[in-house]
C-alpha cells in the first residue's frame, strides 16, 4: 500500500519534469505518439460513451418524469435533465467508461511492456520511457476526457429529449429552451474541470500500476483489475470533493 | 585461474567491476563479483541457472544498482551516476535482451530503426538503408514489414540483435543470445559475435549457457557458481584455461553431466533427508507439505 503510493507520487513528479521542463530541455512532446493515443484512448470511446450517455439521459428523462408527474410539474423535466448531466453524470459516467476500456488497457498494455522487458530496452536504448509512452497518454487522456463529456452531454440531452418530445409531447423548441435555462457557463466549466480531473487520475493510476507489475502475465491480469478498481474509488471520491466544493 | 588480461588487451579496462554484491531480500545473488572486460574482448558470463548471470547483466547496464560494489564501464562509476548521465553512456552500448525485448506495436523495421532514429541525423532514406543491411547481417530479409507477433522466437532474437547493433556501439551487451535457436542460426549469430569484435573491434558481453558458443566465441570467461558458491566467480580464464580445470563443478557444467558438484543437486543423502524431514531439511524451502515433520 505505502509502496503503491511511493511509485504513484514517483511517477506523478517525473510526469511533471517531462512535461513541464523537459520540453524546455530539447525534448519535446511527442506529438504523433500524442495523436495515436488520441484516437485510441479518445475517439474509439466515442461509441460507448454515446450510448451510455444516451441511455442515461433517457432514465433521468423518465424517472423524473415519472415524480413531477405527481405534481403536475413535468415542464421541469428538460432542465432537470440538463442539470444532472451538465455538473454531474456526463463526466462521471464518461470516467466510468473511459475506465472500463482505457484506462484497463493502458494498465495492460504498459503491465505487457514491462513484464516482457520491453521498457528495460526503451531505458536501454536511451529513449526515456516517461516520453515514449507516459506522456501521450497523459496529454491524450487530458484533452480527451473533456470533449468526451460534452459529447455525453450533448448525446444525453437527446436521450431526454427523445422521452419528453414523444412521450411527454413537449415541443423540441420547448425542449432546448427550458434544457438551456437551468444551465449557466459556470456549471459547465466545472463539469470540464472535473472530467480533466477525472482524466488526470485515471491514466497517472493506470500508467503508475502498469510500470510497476511484476509476476508475468498473471501480474498483468492483477493490475488491470486493481487499476480499474483503484481508478473508480478516485473518481468517485474526487467527484464528491468537487461537488462539495463548487456545488455545495 | 588467472587473472592477467591477454596480449590483445592493452590498456585500460572497459568495464571494471569490484566486489559487487546484491542481495534480494535475505537471499544473496551476487556475492562479491570482480573482473575487467578489456577492448576487443568477447567476454562470456556463464553459469548454471539461477546463478545471478543475467542479474549481473541487468548491473552492468544500469537497469539495477548493487547493494554493495563498484561498476565502471567507459572508466565511469555507473552505480552513483544520475540518470541523465547514465542516458548518455546508454547511447554508446547496444544490449541484447535474452526475450528480444522487441516492441510490440511497431513492425520489425521500425524496431531496428528506433536507435537510429532517435540517436541520429540520418534522414529517411538512409535509416532505411541501414535497416535493410542489419536485416540482412541476421538472415532476416523480407520480414522487415512484419510485427514482432508475427514471427518465430529465433526472428525475433534476431532482430533484437539487429537492434543492438542498428547504431554500430563499441560495446554490446547480449543475453542469452542463442537459447532457443536452431544450430544453423546459433552459428549465424555466433559468427556476427565474432565479426562484431574482430571487424568492428567491438568488445562483447556475452551471458550463456550454451557451451558450444562459449568456446567457439569467448576470448574470456567467468563462471558463476550456485549453492554454496551462489553468485560468486568460481573459475574465470581464456577458453583453453576453463578447459583445463580441474574443478569438478566446471568440468560438470561444461561437459554437460547431472551428477556432480555444480547446480542444486546436492547428493542422494539429502535427497533423502529432505524428502523424510531431516534435520538438514529446513535449510531448503520446499513446501511445507514436503518438509514438515508430522
Not at chain 1, 466545472?190 to 503508475?208: E, H, N, P, R
Not at chain 2, 570482480?34 to 558470463?45: A, R
Not at chain 2, 520489425?108 to 528506433?114: F, G, I, K, R
Amino acid at each position: 500500500m505505502i509502496t503503491a503510493f511511493r511509485q504513484y507520487f514517483a511517477l506523478c513528479g517525473d510526469l511533471l519534469y517531462w512535461l513541464v521542463v523537459a520540453p524546455f530541455r530539447g525534448r519535446p512532446w511527442r506529438m504523433g505518439h500524442t495523436f495515436a493515443q488520441i484516437v485510441r484512448i479518445g475517439v474509439h470511446a466515442v461509441p460507448m460513451s454515446a450510448l451510455t450517455a444516451l441511455t442515461i439521459g433517457v432514465v433521468l428523462a423518465m424517472q423524473s418524469a415519472a415524480q413531477l408527474a405527481k405534481l403536475g410539474a413535468t415542464m421541469y423535466v428538460p432542465g432537470l435533465v440538463s442539470s444532472s448531466l451538465v455538473r454531474e453524470l456526463a463526466p462521471l459516467i464518461t470516467a466510468v467508461i473511459v475506465i472500463g476500456r482505457s484506462g484497463s488497457a493502458v494498465t495492460a498494455e504498459l503491465g505487457t511492456m514491462k513484464v516482457s522487458e520491453e521498457i528495460e530496452a526503451l531505458e536501454v536504448m536511451a529513449i526515456p520511457p516517461m516520453s515514449w509512452l507516459i506522456v501521450p497518454r497523459f496529454l491524450a487522456m487530458v484533452i480527451m476526457m473533456p470533449l468526451l463529456a460534452v459529447f455525453g452531454i450533448y448525446v444525453g440531452l437527446a436521450g431526454g429529449w427523445l422521452i419528453s418530445h414523444f412521450s411527454l409531447h413537449m415541443d423540441t423548441a420547448y425542449y432546448i429552451n427550458h434544457a438551456l435555462q437551468y444551465v449557466e457557463l459556470r456549471d459547465v466549466g466545472i463539469g470540464m474541470l472535473k472530467s480533466g480531473v477525472f482524466g488526470v487520475l485515471i491514466i497517472t493510476i493506470a500508467c503508475s500500476i502498469g510500470l510497476n507489475v511484476s509476476g508475468g502475465a498473471e501480474g498483468v491480469g492483477l493490475a488491470t483489475t486493481r487499476s480499474v478498481v483503484v481508478s473508480l474509488l478516485a473518481v468517485f471520491i474526487a467527484n464528491a470533493a468537487l461537488t462539495a466544493l463548487f456545488f455545495f | 585461474m588467472s587473472s592477467k588480461p591477454p596480449d590483445s588487451a592493452a590498456g585500460e579496462p572497459l568495464i571494471e567491476v569490484e566486489g559487487l554484491v546484491r542481495h534480494f531480500g535475505k537471499q544473496t545473488v551476487l556475492n562479491g563479483v570482480s573482473f575487467k572486460v578489456y577492448e576487443g574482448d568477447t567476454f562470456v558470463i556463464m553459469g548454471g541457472s539461477g546463478c545471478g548471470k543475467s542479474t549481473l547483466l541487468r548491473h552492468l547496464i544500469g537497469t539495477e544498482k548493487p547493494t554493495a560494489g563498484s561498476i565502471k564501464v567507459f572508466g565511469k562509476e555507473i552505480t552513483t551516476m544520475s540518470d541523465g548521465e547514465l542516458q548518455k553512456l546508454r547511447g554508446r552500448y547496444g544490449m541484447l535482451f535474452q526475450s528480444g525485448a522487441l516492441l510490440q506495436s511497431l513492425t520489425v523495421a521500425e524496431n531496428v530503426a528506433l536507435p537510429l532514429v532517435e540517436h541520429t541525423k540520418l534522414d529517411a532514406g538512409l535509416i532505411d538503408t541501414v535497416v535493410k543491411m542489419k536485416l540482412e547481417q541476421v538472415g532476416l530479409t523480407g520480414h522487415g514489414h512484419k510485427k514482432p507477433s508475427e514471427i518465430s522466437g529465433g526472428m525475433k532474437k534476431r532482430a533484437a540483435l539487429a537492434r543492438a547493433l542498428a547504431l554500430d556501439p563499441p560495446l554490446v551487451f547480449s543475453d542469452e543470445p542463442t537459447a532457443g535457436l536452431d544450430p544453423i542460426m546459433t552459428a549465424v549469430v555466433d559468427e556476427l559475435t565474432q565479426r562484431l569484435t574482430q571487424k568492428i573491434g567491438a568488445t562483447v558481453v556475452v551471458v550463456t549457457h550454451d557451451m558450444n558458443s562459449v568456446f567457439r566465441i569467448g576470448t574470456r570467461i567467468i563462471m558463476l557458481g550456485t549453492g554454496a558458491n551462489q553468485g560468486k566467480i568460481i573459475a574465470q580464464g581464456t577458453p583453453e584455461e576453463i578447459r583445463a580445470l580441474p574443478d569438478p563443478a566446471v568440468q560438470q557444467f561444461i561437459n554437460g553431466e547431472a551428477e556432480g558438484d555444480a547446480g542444486d543437486d546436492s547428493g542422494e543423502l539429502l535427497y533423502r533427508q529432505t524428502l523424510l524431514g531431516g534435520s538438514e531439511a529446513s535449510r531448503y524451502a520446499l513446501p511445507a507439505t514436503l518438509s514438515s515433520k508430522s
